[in-house]
């Protein structure tokens, strides 16, 4: 029987060789692989092989098939590489038209963050990433941040199981660097957040952010303001003026939100900024010791500053966009104007 299952790749080799188009190759198929081919008839007959030679030859035969089928595939490919003018065909008509490739972009949330990035590594900050689920201890606690602060209420916040949490804030980046690194510091983190906030315009439960710190010794108020004021000068263009207010972060003292005067408006009063000529843009101060502490920095040798902004926020301005959802739409029509 070996005898003859050689005779049978070999008669399969020479038809497949033959074979023109694609009829040619079911028909090889057919004569061979079929329910009643060639190697269906030579199965039945193993039934009246002693068991020894049962054995060996239903494996050759089998590896057999398997072989045919290899080649049949092979041989319909080159077959549709000659029809389509592959490299075994004729050679394509170059007279003919092209067929356009569309272009992809990245998303303008990613063009942001790229261009936040780029900017203050031009000031010495380098970009950092971290997990997007953590622990209480790292969004919260390290943070200066209770038990019975409002913003560990588990409304606020999406927990995956007790003391695991996806993250509010970036800030807990800011921690896990501090932990392994001695100053000097310089980073700025980015990435995804998730908040149990309602979905309107202005707000989403995912959102992204990029936040930053410094931390080395004679840092001052002064450092923080120029760093941002060179910052938003950059993003928003020269013209630009900042406004430093005292504000409240449990991370932060003394703390300050930062706003921009209104680019729609020129800070004359319009509906945009509510008519007071300015805009709020992100949030900064100087980092509590009690941060130091947790991360066992010297409070009264290191001094830093930490900011952070919402990158959809500084997108909507820098692009003129009035709906926070049309970011997480996949609407073409919107992503392609960037």
């Known amino acids: 029987?070996?005898?003859?299952?050689?005779?049978?790749?070999?008669?399969?080799?020479?038809?497949?060789?033959?074979?023109?188009?694609?009829?040619?190759?079911?028909?090889?198929?057919?004569?061979?692989?079929?329910?009643?081919?060639?190697?269906?008839?030579?199965?039945?007959?193993?039934?009246?092989?002693?068991?020894?030679?049962?054995?060996?030859?239903?494996?050759?035969?089998?590896?057999?098939?398997e072989k045919i089928s290899a080649q049949l595939s092979v041989r319909l490919e080159e077959l549709r590489e000659v029809k389509s003018g592959g490299k075994d065909g004729a050679p394509f008509d170059v007279t003919l038209p092209g067929k356009k490739q569309p272009v992809g972009k990245l998303h303008p949330i990613t063009q942001t963050i790229i261009l936040i990035e780029k900017i203050f590594g031009e000031l010495g900050f380098r970009s950092v990433r971290g997990p997007e689920i953590e622990t209480e201890f790292y969004n919260f606690e390290a943070l200066n941040t209770p038990g019975d602060h409002p913003a560990r209420d588990e409304q606020d916040s999406f927990y995956i199981d007790k003391g695991i949490l996806l993250r509010t804030q970036t800030s807990p980046v800011q921690i896990r660097v501090m932990e392994r690194e001695k100053p000097p510091v310089r980073i700025v983190a980015s990435g995804k957040c998730f908040r149990r906030d309602a979905t309107d315009a202005s707000h989403s439960p995912m959102f992204h952010q990029v936040e930053g710190l410094l931390v080395d010794e004679e840092v001052t108020f002064g450092d923080l303001k120029g760093v941002l004021g060179v910052f938003l000068e950059r993003m928003f263009g020269a013209d630009v003026k900042t406004r430093f207010r005292p504000d409240f972060f449990p991370f932060t003292e003394p703390s300050a939100d930062v706003s921009i005067s209104c680019i729609i408006c020129g800070g004359k009063g319009c509906s945009s900024c509510g008519g007071s000529g300015w805009i709020e843009i992100l949030g900064a101060g100087m980092v509590d010791p009690e941060v130091f502490k947790k991360v066992n920095y010297d409070p009264e040798k290191y001094v830093g500053f930490a900011f952070g902004m919402g990158v959809e926020r500084i997108a909507m301005l820098k692009y003129g966009i009035n709906d926070i959802r049309l970011f997480f739409e996949n609407d073409m029509r919107f992503l392609s104007q960037f």
């Open 1 to 65: 029987m070996q005898a003859e299952l050689e005779e049978i790749r070999k008669d399969a080799r020479e038809k497949l060789k033959e074979a023109k188009d694609t009829a040619d190759i079911e028909r090889v198929r057919q004569k061979f692989l079929g329910r009643k081919g060639v190697l269906a008839r030579q199965m039945k007959m193993l039934g009246t092989l002693a068991p020894d030679e049962k054995r060996a030859a239903g494996k050759l035969a089998n590896e057999l098939k």
